[in-house]
């Protein structure tokens, strides 16, 4: 299996150290405290919506490597629980008047349930499949999701459906849309942390490692991949729901866009795939410097071409992401310094270092 | 939908198919001998379409002649990117890997392409652009015979030069069995460059045809690589005979579809019939089955 991602994030049997531990929770605290503390202390609406961007990018790209990254399978079709997600909002939203603000909030979780349930069938039939052949299902039920939205009636067509105006005040407009996206990714990133050190996640690691010996193993596969499937739609659709109420309409193209499906997977990849913190931190860069860039260059081209060298250069450079280069790369040097091998690479992922200890906990 | 219109769209099926099968074997040659997925090769459609309509309209160079220039450049872009960026993916994940650092290729071309000339759609025009032949009852435009005997001669040639001709059999070695092939003495790197380099090449044909076709802009290379892909897929990655049988296919499928149903459903058809065939056979209609690694 040449699609095999770079060697996992070693399970290690011992557990990590007290002081490393505490280090861990110390910052997930500190990252905790700044992401609630940021819209307070920056007021400027043009910043405070590009933080809305990036969060909700790092929900989608979290939620995504609960399926692609631990699993190894590359889908790149998750534009369709984020359409279909919008959708789901804007509809309701329409057809049972619901008022802008909060009650549309309410309807977020509607949002995530219709994207869970359109994953059984998508991932039914895609998961029929492996490796490349996987990629392109994803890409051509994506783009059956697309023209399908384009042509049917209720989804208004190219004139797309208008979301109610939430009664936010000009000058906080964006700290609401903020802190729901926050609880979401705070949600996430605790299921898959709770995914990546269950059993659950043991079995998807052994499915990406080698599922010929997995199934042998006794590993349901089929069942499993899909459960992860469809976890992974969940909040996807939520942020869906949100992100097309925070920009007050909804189009085909925008709903179904295929670089939405290149982006998360992009972020994910260059963060760290499968690790917990990687698809966080890649979500976070990629999708600030992609709004800054926007609206830095006037033109599109040079934005571009400013995105698309970036992102050769980071992949030549660290070709497994940010997150296993960087831990790769202290663990060489505090190896150096203690005059032996690391005694372990448990914390390969950061501040998802805790995840390390999915095999002692078990 | 009369019997006449129906046989008229399956023969433009046929001819339409005939030049997807050309780009599409350009893709499935690069992912046979590289395991690769060139993300890259639809917007190398659009660059070649540019090329020829830079060539046609500021230097008077017509569509075919330039070809003579196009191919060659072409040739030399996918040799480049062989050399720079292909060459540096580590096998282990190779094919993952391959899609975002093509992807990030097409964003840069694409970038480019924005710069020089714009979001405004363009078409390729030439005097056989708008002309068709009157034949047996159909009417068949000129550039779609035009492009269909292009394909025809280049996707034999490819044929022969695979089959027939001592680097042919260095290529399919290196396919089959990269490390027998380079304990047998031959240069696998050079023959993927080449590799790379033809199937690169055949887009410049691939996009003169296609821009003399349909208008397009920077950003038509998207919905071009999705349905590339299909095609290749459909018909097994890396077999080129695949490839033309599944172009042909799901070409006269979407026109039919077009012309008995409504044009706006048509592509959703085309997707619809690639995810029923692969769903009954995951390898693809000519594909193998790959040996489980060990």
């Not at chain 1, 964006?174 to 996430?188: A, G, S």
Request: with cysteine; glycine share 10%.
């Amino acid at each position: 299996m040449t699609a095999r991602p770079s060697s996992p994030p070693p399970a290690a049997g011992a557990a990590p150290t007290p002081p490393r531990r505490a280090l861990t929770a110390g910052t997930i605290v500190v990252a905790l405290a700044v992401f609630v503390i940021f819209p307070l202390v920056v007021t400027d609406p043009s910043t405070t919506s590009i933080a809305v961007f990036a969060l909700v990018f790092m929900v989608a790209a979290c939620a995504w490597n609960i399926f692609s990254g631990y699993s190894g399978y590359l889908a790149l079709g998750h534009a369709v629980f984020f359409g279909s997600g919008g959708y789901a909002v804007a509809l309701a939203a329409r057809d049972w008047h619901v008022a802008g603000g909060w009650p549309v909030f309410a309807l977020l979780p509607f949002g995530g349930l219709v994207a869970g349930l359109i994953a059984i069938p998508v991932g039914l039939i895609a998961l029929r499949t492996r490796r490349h052949t996987f990629v392109v299902v994803t890409i051509a039920i994506f783009f059956i999701f697309q023209l399908a939205a384009f042509n049917l009636g209720f989804t208004g067509g190219t004139s797309g459906i208008l979301l109610p105006l939430a009664p936010f005040s000009a000058a906080n407009f964006n700290q609401p849309f903020y802190y729901v996206t926050l609880i979401i990714l705070i949600l996430t990133v605790i299921v898959s942390w709770m995914v990546r050190r269950s059993r659950f996640g043991l079995q998807l690691l052994a499915i990406r490692d080698d599922e010929d010996r997995a199934l042998g193993l006794g590993v349901k596969t089929r069942r499993l991949k899909l459960t992860a499937f469809v976890i992974s739609a969940i909040p996807v659709g939520m942020v869906g729901g949100l992100y097309f109420d925070f920009v007050g309409q909804i189009f085909p193209q925008f709903a179904f866009d295929p670089l939405f499906d290149l982006a998360i997977a992009l972020m994910a990849f260059l963060g760290g795939l499968g690790t917990l913190a990687g698809p966080l931190l890649g979500a976070l860069v990629l999708e600030s410097l992609q709004q800054y860039l926007t609206q830095t260059f006037s033109s599109n081209a040079t934005y571009l071409i400013a995105y698309g060298v970036l992102f050769l250069a980071v992949i030549l450079i660290m070709p497994r992401g940010v997150v296993p280069g960087v831990s790769e790369w202290l663990a060489r040097r505090r190896a150096r310094a203690a005059l032996e091998p690391p005694p372990s690479e448990r914390e390969a992922s950061g501040v998802g270092g805790s995840s390390g200890l999915a095999g002692a906990a078990r | 939908m009369s019997f006449t219109e129906l046989l008229q769209a399956i023969v433009d099926g046929i001819l339409t198919g005939g030049v997807y099968a050309l780009m599409a074997a350009g893709l499935t040659l690069i992912f046979g001998v590289m395991d690769i997925i060139n993300i890259a090769q639809g917007v190398m459609v659009i660059l070649g379409a540019y090329l020829s309509f830079e060539l046609s309209v500021h230097l008077g160079i017509g569509l075919l002649p330039g070809l003579l220039i196009t191919v060659p450049l072409m040739f030399a872009l996918g040799v480049a990117i062989e050399f720079c960026f292909m060459r540096r993916l580590r096998d282990q994940d190779r094919t993952q890997m391959s899609i975002l650092v093509t992807y990030a290729v097409a964003i840069v071309i694409e970038g480019v392409l924005t710069a020089l000339f714009g979001v405004d759609y363009v078409q390729l025009q030439a005097s056989y652009v708008n002309s068709s032949v009157h034949m047996l009852g159909f009417y068949l435009p000129d550039i779609y015979l035009i492009g269909f005997a292009l394909a025809v001669a280049l996707l034999i040639g490819l044929y022969y030069g695979l089959y027939r001709t001592k680097f042919g059999r260095a290529v399919r070695a290196s396919l089959q069995n990269r490390t027998a092939a380079d304990l047998i003495g031959i240069d696998v790197n050079r023959v993927r460059t080449i590799s790379v380099g033809i199937g690169v090449g055949v887009t410049a044909v691939g996009g003169m045809v296609f821009g003399a076709t349909n208008s397009f802009n920077p950003n038509t290379g998207y919905d071009l690589i999705s349905r590339l892909l299909a095609i290749v897929i459909l018909g097994g990655m890396g077999s080129i005979g695949g490839a033309m049988a599944a172009a042909v296919f799901l070409l006269v499928i979407n026109d039919v579809v077009a012309v008995a149903w409504s044009p706006t459903w048509a592509p959703l058809i085309y997707f619809v019939a690639l995810v029923i065939v692969l769903s009954v056979r995951p390898q693809g209609l000519f594909g193998r089955t790959a040996a489980r690694a060990q």
